[in-house]
């Protein structure tokens, strides 16, 4: 199992960056892929990114490719997601799951995949 716990969330303006950091701890989270959700008042939780436990993989939802990278530090047991030019429709509570491998990148993003979530984190992005 592994615990999560996200950080560096915040208020922004539309066009800017900000760089999510999801710290874990536990005994999995080296071979677990790991994934960013998101979920905005009143709506349902969206996938956003995923990365394999060697980097080697990722996948992101088309609303953000090109705009978000997920990345990962496997010494110091941490995923980030960078985010560049960013929009008011990104509003929302950013999560950080773990998921054991054994299905296609691809297939990550249900929320199923994934055993352990974080608390999350909320982004505001103003016009």
């Known amino acids: 199992q592994v615990q999560l716990v996200e950080s560096g969330g915040g208020l922004v303006q539309a066009g800017d960056s900000l760089r999510l950091s999801c710290a874990a701890s536990?005994?999995?989270?080296?071979?677990?892929?790991m994934g960013w959700f998101r979920q905005a008042p009143g709506k349902e939780r969206n996938f956003v990114a995923v990365i394999s436990p060697s980097s080697l993989s990722t996948h992101y939802a088309d609303s953000v490719k090109g705009r978000f990278t997920i990345s990962r530090n496997n010494r110091e047991n941490t995923v980030f997601l960078q985010m560049y030019n960013l929009k008011p429709e990104d509003t929302a509570v950013y999560y950080c799951?773990?998921?054991?491998?054994?299905?296609?990148?691809?297939?990550?993003?249900?929320?199923?995949?994934?055993?352990?979530w974080g608390q999350g984190t909320q982004v505001t992005v103003s016009s």
């Open positions: 799951a773990a998921g054991a491998t054994g299905h296609h990148i691809s297939e990550y993003d249900r929320p199923y995949r994934y055993h352990n």
């Open positions: 536990g005994t999995t989270f080296r071979s677990d892929n």
